[in-house]
């Protein structure tokens, strides 16, 4: 039982670039989330899924686009990375009974 | 517009000494409340979570919290804290919107050995 699991750990872009960033989850969750962390500002939701087959615009949906591709994954892509896309990417999953968000351990992008 | 605030961004603490970090929204209805660490260099866990009922929360560690509805606020406390408990916290709700969640920007606790 891995949890949430995402690739890659790191990856450097240069402007302009395109990327999807994987995610996926054995835990037989129906919600699962993408955020990004910056310095000072928390977590903030990019976008999320809230079952398999829909998606819904989170605070921050400018840029990105999502995919859910099954109960199992949510990808997220950035077509034409820009420097401010610089973060720290997490998913997670939450089960709907408890409400608990459980993390992945991130991608750290950086765009140049 | 609406959010979730912490009040301390960064605070610094000898061992044994107490903690209380502040945490408040400004969403009505109902809400779910959260708190959550970041150790250094790894991910987000959960530490507690109030829905309903006793407003006062025991988590992992030692933590509790406390809702307090009329002040809109989910206070973090811990009567001593230790060296481990290093980390940076974040509060979050979840709105009554969906399945929208909103985090704060977090607080740093420094604990000095």
């Known amino acids: 039982n891995a949890g949430v699991t995402q690739t890659p750990k790191f990856q450097v872009l240069k402007t302009g670039q395109s990327m999807t960033l994987q995610c996926a989850q054995d835990?037989?969750?129906?919600?699962m989330y993408w955020y990004r962390q910056d310095p000072g500002m928390g977590l903030r939701l990019i976008y999320y899924s809230a079952s398999e087959g829909t998606t819904d615009k989170g605070e921050v949906p400018n840029g990105y686009n999502v995919s859910r591709l099954n109960k199992r994954e949510f990808s997220l892509r950035l077509e034409s990375a820009a420097p401010s896309q610089t973060s720290v990417y997490f998913c997670a999953s939450i089960g709907l009974a408890t409400y608990e968000q459980y993390f992945g351990p991130g991608t750290r992008l950086t765009v140049t | 517009a609406q959010s979730v605030s912490q009040h301390n961004h960064h605070v610094i603490l000898s061992e044994a000494a107490s903690l209380e970090l502040g945490c408040n929204y400004s969403y009505g209805g109902t809400v779910n409340l959260f708190w959550y660490v970041q150790y250094p260099g790894q991910h987000l866990q959960l530490l507690l979570k109030y829905f309903s009922g006793d407003p006062l929360v025991k988590g992992i560690k030692g933590f509790e919290a406390e809702f307090i509805k009329s002040k809109f606020s989910f206070n973090l406390r811990k009567p001593s804290v230790q060296w481990s408990d290093t980390a940076e916290y974040f509060c979050a709700v979840k709105t009554p919107y969906g399945q929208n969640f909103v985090f704060g920007p977090g607080t740093r606790l420094s604990v000095l050995p």
């Open positions: 835990m037989n969750h129906n919600s």
